[in-house]
T-cell receptor, first 113, second 108 residues
Framework: DAGVIQSPRHEVTEMGQEVTLRCKPISGHDYLFWYRQTMMRGLELLIY????????DSGMPEDRFSAKMPNASFSTLKIQPSEPRDSAVYFC???????????FGQGTRLTVV | DAKTTQPNSMESNEEEPVHLPCNHSTISGTDYIHWYRQLPSQGPEYVIHGLTSNVNNRMASLAIAEDRKSSTLILHRATLRDAAVYYC?????????FGAGTRLTVKP
């Protein structure tokens, strides 16, 4: 398997624009996680899914953020409208059920100007 | 997830052992202790995990206190490539929340 694949790797957008980040988890993994990392706040859990169902979205900062997992092989994190304070590295991770290791993607570096 | 406490930073010399501590005094009976590390410009990667007994793998060893209120990640011979932020987290079969971690610097 190629691991967790995120796209794009880098995104620069203007304030007010819609941004969509994409994640392909490892095949067969039941859990998918979205994180945001900044120098100030560290690595924050935004939302996670189990078997394509959102379980906990309490980390989503506000209504501008939304995440979907239409099937087991694809998830999106959308920001609409984007703001400069959304600039961060966004990571996606997946893992099987049970107390097992998680695998992270390479991240998407988002810059909102 | 229960909270963990780690030192902000540590230094080590290359080829010497490194002991990274983690306190988790509020750990519950079903929480596993996991360690991840994040190399520069990369996503976190799994290192090791355990429940009660000490654990060894090719990357590191995990020593767990008898009362499970603390644990220590042991890198037996640090290399320059081990310079990273090391995260200690507690998990049951649910989410994974990271604290600030320990930034390890390895000096040649």
């Amino acid at each position: 398997d190629a691991g967790v694949i995120q796209s794009p790797r880098h995104e620069v957008t203007e304030m007010g624009q819609e941004v969509t980040l994409r994640c392909k988890p490892i095949s067969g993994h039941d859990y998918l996680f979205w994180y945001r990392q900044t120098m100030m706040r560290g690595l924050e859990l935004l939302i996670y899914f189990n078997n394509n169902v959102p379980i906990d979205d309490s980390g989503m900062p506000e209504d501008r953020f939304s995440a979907k997992m239409p099937n087991a092989s694809f998830s999106t994190l959308k920001i609409q409208p984007s703001e400069p304070r959304d600039s961060a590295v966004y990571f996606c991770a997946s893992r099987p059920g049970g107390v097992t290791e998680a695998f992270f993607g390479q991240g998407t570096r988002l810059t909102v100007v | 997830d229960a909270k963990t406490t780690q030192p902000n930073s540590m230094e080590s010399n290359e080829e010497e052992p490194v002991h990274l501590p983690c306190n988790h005094s509020t750990i519950s009976g079903t929480d596993y202790i996991h360690w991840y590390r994040q190399l520069p410009s990369q996503g976190p990667e799994y290192v090791i995990h355990g429940l009660t007994s000490n654990v060894n793998n090719r990357m590191a060893s995990l020593a767990i206190a008898e009362d499970r209120k603390s644990s220590t990640l042991i890198l037996h011979r640090a290399t320059l490539r081990d310079a990273a932020v090391y995260y200690c987290i507690l998990r049951d079969d649910n989410d994974m929340r990271f604290g600030a971690g320990t930034r390890l610097t390895v000096k040649p």
